[in-house]
């Protein structure tokens, strides 16, 4: 008889792959805020890291701007890994039984910003160290929550890349984010053979719902979709937030 716990990220993935499928991302954001509700973010992020590497890396390679990002994005990519890096304790060490509620409020947050469509514009000279600051912040942030888009997604939506250029660039960005991330969850000894089994199940799941979503795609309303994500997004975030609160201060 199968583990509940498995049908549960059977469930969460599917779930994660149809929102990117439809979206091109959310994949990490959706099962990390899912699977945070049952377990801490780290055990969490162990069984999201190898779906999410693979679906970034297929993202990769589709479309013919890697190049142009690469040399855009570099600096961001850098600051992210140093960031990811410098932080390694943060999800495994004393301060982790915080990491729930950092990612509660940081889902909150992704979501009001995309529902109030906030937007800067960042002048192309500018990129590369306004790019390098902001990837320190976001790999200091996902180090200790395992979610990447805060602050990097409204700093890919300013530098003013067009929509096919931003989707294969998110998945040149997760991809170096995630990798970055692995090596942090090795040391800490959580990315193991313990993980496998529910790591196939989370990969199996993602590719699922990925091919839904984009079978889907063109059926639905993809502004629609999005903003009920974001609001499903900001609920989920609220709960975690203050449950885990709740157990942080009882």
Do not use: C
Request: a positive charge.
């Amino acid at each position: 008889m199968f583990d509940p716990l498995l049908y549960l990220i059977a469930a969460v993935f599917l779930l994660a792959g149809l929102v990117k499928g439809v979206l091109g991302l959310g994949l990490p954001t959706v099962a990390m805020g899912l699977l945070a509700v049952s377990m801490p973010p780290a055990h969490a992020m162990a069984i999201v890291i190898v779906p999410a590497i693979v679906t970034n890396i297929w993202q990769t390679f589709v479309g013919p701007y890697l190049r142009d990002i690469t040399r855009r994005l570099w600096p961001l990519m850098v600051g992210t890994a140093i960031g990811i890096w410098s932080s390694a304790g943060l999800m495994t060490g004393p301060y982790a039984r915080y990491g729930t509620i950092v990612l509660g409020v940081l889902l909150v947050i992704y979501a009001v910003i995309g529902l109030s469509r906030f937007s800067f514009h960042v002048a192309r000279a500018n990129e590369r160290w306004i790019g390098g600051i902001v990837g320190l912040i976001t790999g200091v942030v996902s180090a200790a929550t395992g979610v990447q888009v805060i602050p990097s997604m409204p700093f890919m939506q300013a530098i003013g890349m067009e929509k096919d250029e931003l989707v294969q660039a998110l998945g040149v960005f997760f991809t170096v984010a995630t990798v970055a991330l692995a090596f942090n969850l090795t040391s800490a000894g959580l990315l193991n053979a313990s993980t496998t089994v529910p790591g196939a199940v989370a990969m199996v799941g993602s590719f699922t719902g990925m091919m839904i979503g984009q079978a889907v795609r063109s059926r639905l309303q993809p502004e629609a979709f999005r903003r009920w994500f974001l609001v499903a997004m900001i609920l989920l975030g609220i709960y975690l937030a203050g449950s885990a609160g709740y157990n942080v201060l009882h």
